[in-house]
């Protein structure tokens, strides 16, 4: 297999160094972009397999770096970002990020958050080529094989991660999935703040699908209701 090509968007040097050599130290192609043109110029250049891309960025933010890079090419993105704001996360995975890290981050969570991204696209790619069954719950279709969603007449847009989410949910009907075992089972990594990737992912898909399709178990997890 060639290497996997990385792109880091991050305008304070001494983190975006310390991330390319952390990743170069896995084995990683890596390069660097500082500001919002470059970035998108260097995704388009370069093909990534993964960004890593920091939300304030000179330019024009990663928001847009995210919508313009995803809108020529789905591409995982791991948003890494100084506040710890639900409205910024939100808005984040409307744009297509896959998965969010808060500054300061240890380059080993990093590192984990990267490769679980990786073999979750891998994963994806393999179902797909595999022709994997469409989900028929109520008025809920999944076509896993094209991933693409409908409710009722209506085609929503997911991001890979919100379709992965929602494909593990219908896998149980009615059953509560604790938060912990959503991240474990969809993320492929565990640590005691990521639930919140998972209640903002499922923030999304309430968006996206409506709120009632979607039950919450406060303290527990989250169930996907369907009529039978």
Request: glycine share 8%.
């Amino acid at each position: 297999m060639s290497e996997r090509r990385v792109l880091v968007v991050e305008d304070e040097r001494t983190i975006a160094d310390s991330v390319a050599a952390r990743l170069r130290a896995e084995g990683f192609t890596v390069r660097i972009a500082a500001d919002g043109p470059g970035a998108v110029e260097a995704a388009r250049q370069m093909r990534p397999d993964l960004v890593v891309l920091d939300v304030m960025l000179p330019g024009f933010d990663g928001l847009e770096v995210c919508r313009r890079i995803q809108a020529e090419r789905p591409v995982p993105v791991l948003m890494l970002t100084a506040r710890d704001d639900e409205t910024d996360l939100l808005v984040g995975l409307a744009v297509g990020a896959d998965d969010y890290l808060t500054k300061p981050f240890s380059m080993r969570e990093l590192s984990a958050r990267v490769h679980a991204l990786l073999r979750r696209f891998e994963r994806a790619a393999t179902a797909a080529r595999e022709d994997a069954p469409t989900i028929r719950l109520g008025d809920l279709e999944i076509n896993q094989a094209e991933r693409r969603v409908r409710r009722g007449d209506v085609e929503a847009h997911l991001t890979p991660t919100e379709f992965d989410l929602l494909v593990h949910l219908a896998g149980r009907p009615r059953t509560v999935l604790p938060r912990a075992q959503l991240l474990a089972d969809v993320w492929g990594w565990a640590a005691a703040g990521g639930t919140r990737t998972v209640d903002s992912h499922v923030k999304a898909l309430r968006r996206k699908l409506g709120g009632d399709l979607i039950r919450t178990v406060h303290g527990v997890g989250y169930a996907l209701e369907v009529a039978p």
